[in-house]
């Protein structure tokens, strides 16, 4: 809030207004002082205020010496839908398994203040390749707000990709349709080689034995050169 006489400031001021809610600021204004207002960052679609800047100023006379300045948010609903993927060559095992995941969703109103809870890890749950559109909160999720996905279980995915995973990381939704996804990478196992037959007889003394008569041959054969 600003306000000026004479081409001189008279208030300069930030003040936080609750919605539905009027502040009065304790400072006489003589007549002359014009003011006005702008709003910080609020995540609203559209903000419309009443006395917007200098060429616009309330003005404080005899008959009017107490001024107003009006400002209205408009918040526009946003739609949002979940999505789970599975990947890998384990991909199909998992087909019709159900995931369980963690939606949070914050809306800062102002520079500096606690955002706004709108969801706070609420579950939902989830089948591969299918879309489940956020439409059971009490109210629609406006544009403005910040919404990221968890999944507590990995239900024994190799790995677990969000890209909207955690508040810093957090999607900014707008007026455009928008999703979360969740991508589980499922890989499969080889299985063990099966193990030789095992017939029963020992390869040692037959082995041994048709060496022993090998060389008894080769000998016979020998001797039998030499006469």
């Known amino acids: 809030m600003i306000c000026r006489r004479d081409g001189k400031e008279v208030l300069d001021r930030t003040v936080t207004v609750r919605a539905g809610r009027s502040v009065t600021l304790p400072e006489l204004l003589l007549t002359g002082t014009r003011c006005w207002a702008a709003e910080l960052p609020s995540g609203a679609s559209a903000v419309t205020v009443s006395h917007p800047d200098e060429q616009h100023a309330a003005v ?51 520079p500096g203040t606690a955002p706004i809870v709108l969801a706070d890890r609420r579950r939902y749950q989830l089948r591969p390749g299918t879309v489940r559109p956020v439409d059971d909160l009490p109210d629609p999720l406006p544009a403005g707000a910040r919404c990221w996905l968890g999944e507590p279980d990995r239900n024994g995915a190799a790995e677990v990709t969000v890209e909207h995973d955690s508040a810093e990381r957090a999607l900014l939704l707008t007026t455009d349709p928008a999703s979360l996804e969740v991508t589980n990478r499922f890989d499969t196992t080889e ?37």
């Not at 979940?82 to 398994?97: S, W």
């Not at 020992?202 to 082995?207: D, E, K």
Request: proline residues 11%.
């Open 191 to 227: 299985p063990p080689p099966p193990p030789l037959p095992i017939t029963g007889s020992v390869p040692g003394p037959w082995a041994a034995g048709s060496l022993a008569l090998l060389l008894l041959g080769l000998a016979a054969r020998y001797a039998a050169r030499r006469w």
């Open 60 to 110: 404080v006379t005899a008959e009017a010496p107490d001024l107003t300045v009006t400002a209205v948010n408009e918040y526009r609903p946003a739609a949002l839908a979940l999505l789970k993927r599975t990947t890998g060559t384990g991909a199909a095992a998992a087909a019709d398994r159900e995931f369980t995941v963690e939606l949070s969703c914050t809306l800062t109103t102002a």
